[in-house]
């Protein structure tokens, strides 16, 4: 544990951010997952407007990289695609 009062804060705020960070992008996996598991076509498409959705969400909060979001983004358009 650091002894300056400033790097104490830091620390502190760095966890709570860490924790943020680490819903948003488990929200963002489990909606990947439910698409990736849904039976038909239909239901693929509806649940992918919610994945495409927390996706963003995690770009936008600097959770994941723009690149890393197009990438996830296609990978799904191509699962509901194929289904």
């Known amino acids: 544990m650091p002894n300056i009062k400033s790097a104490k804060t830091r620390v502190l705020i760095t966890e709570k951010e860490t924790l ?3 819903d948003v992008k488990q929200s963002m996996k489990t909606a990947i997952k439910k698409v990736k598991k849904a039976a038909t076509k239909e239901e693929a498409a509806a649940l992918q407007l919610n994945a495409n959705k927390r996706i963003d969400i ?5 959770v994941i990289k723009a690149n890393t979001r197009d990438r996830y ?10 289904k």
């Open 20 to 22: 943020l960070n680490n």
């Open 58 to 62: 995690a770009a936008s909060k600097g």
């Open 73 to 82: 983004k296609t990978r799904l358009n191509k699962i509901v695609n194929s």
